[in-house]
Structure formats: structure tokens, C-alpha cells
């Protein structure tokens, strides 16, 4: 039997499901070779090591000294902005660059407005007064009125929530997470 064949044959006879003909030829191989022998002892040092159970045990204080460890590393880098600052500068860029790209667009922009707008009628019909409102500011792009209220209202919203789980709800996370 070769090295190769033999090494191939460890883990059944360790698991001890080998045939009886491959074991005898088996262990006739590892009484002749002191290479696959040092091998397989290595196998059994291995499979004893997994199966032992080991019981780690902490030292007493080991809550309190990990703790100390945590409050002499550096704190985080926390932004000194406000998040709703980037919101709203966000909300202002974003207004400014739609609004100057419809007037740019010229008349062109009205037949898109309209079959938009008749593609979300029902969407937006909640938001009205702002389409109302939004028409008389577009002038011309009256039909896009609605659709510019009902967006401006949903990222107005939209801002909100992040401000306030910025400013009220991550904090009050923060806190249960410490306690």
C-alpha cells in the first residue's frame, strides 16, 4: 500500500469504519512506514483536542477592567454640523437644479408635465393646495404644479424624519444601548 492510498484511508480508521481487509492492509502499512504512523499520532493529538471540552474561566473583575480598557480609547469623530444642516442645504440644491433645468427645457417640458401628471393624478391629489401653489410659482409649467407639490411635500417629510431620528430617537438608542 502507498502513502498516498493510505493517508487517504486516516479518518475512516480513526472513525473505526473501515472494512476489516483495509485496516489489516492498513496497519501492515503503518508497522512499515514511520512516516504515515507520525502522521496518524498527529491525527489522534488533533481529533483529542477537538472533542475535550475546555472551560474557559474569566477572572473576576474581567467586566470592570474590559470597561476601563473601553474608556481610555479615543472617542469617535463625531460631526460637529448638525445633520438637518445637510438636509436642508440638500433640499435647497436639489429645488434649485430641478426648477432651473424645467425652465431651461422650455416648452418641451409640457407635454412630459402633463402625462405625468395624468400618471400620478391620484397619487398626488392628497397634495392639492401644494400643486395649487406650485402652479402659480411655475407660471407656464402649470400642469407640473401638482407634481412639483406632491415631491416637494414627500422630501419635506422625508427630511423631517431623518432630523428627528437624528436628533431625538438615535439618541434615546444610544442610551439603552449604554445602560
Given at each position: 500500500m502507498s502513502c498516498s492510498s493510505s493517508e487517504a484511508l486516516f479518518e475512516a480508521y480513526l472513525d473505526d469504519t473501515l472494512l476489516p481487509a483495509q485496516r489489516v492492509r492498513l496497519l501492515n502499512h503503518l508497522g512499515a512506514c514511520g512516516r504515515c504512523k507520525g502522521v496518524l499520532d498527529e491525527l489522534r493529538v488533533v481529533d483529542a483536542l477537538m472533542i475535550a471540552p475546555r472551560h474557559v474561566e474569566l477572572p473576576a473583575n474581567f467586566t470592570f477592567a474590559t470597561m476601563a480598557?473601553?474608556?481610555?480609547?479615543?472617542?469617535?469623530h463625531v460631526s460637529s454640523a448638525p445633520v438637518y444642516a445637510y438636509l436642508v442645504s440638500y433640499l435647497v440644491a436639489a429645488w434649485l437644479l430641478i426648477g432651473a433645468s424645467f425652465l431651461l427645457a422650455g416648452p418641451a417640458m409640457r407635454a412630459f408635465?402633463?402625462?405625468?401628471?395624468?400618471?400620478?393624478?391620484?397619487?398626488?391629489?392628497?397634495?392639492?393646495t401644494f400643486g395649487h401653489a406650485g402652479a402659480r410659482v411655475l407660471g407656464d409649467f402649470g400642469s407640473l404644479g401638482a407634481l412639483f407639490g406632491g415631491a416637494i411635500v414627500l422630501d419635506i417629510a422625508v427630511a423631517l424624519a431623518l432630523i428627528v431620528g437624528f436628533t431625538v430617537v438615535r439618541p434615546r438608542l444610544a442610551e439603552r444601548i449604554r445602560s
Open positions: 480598557e473601553i474608556r481610555t480609547l479615543p472617542r469617535p408635465g402633463e402625462t405625468a401628471l395624468d400618471a400620478s393624478a391620484q397619487l398626488f391629489h392628497t397634495f392639492g
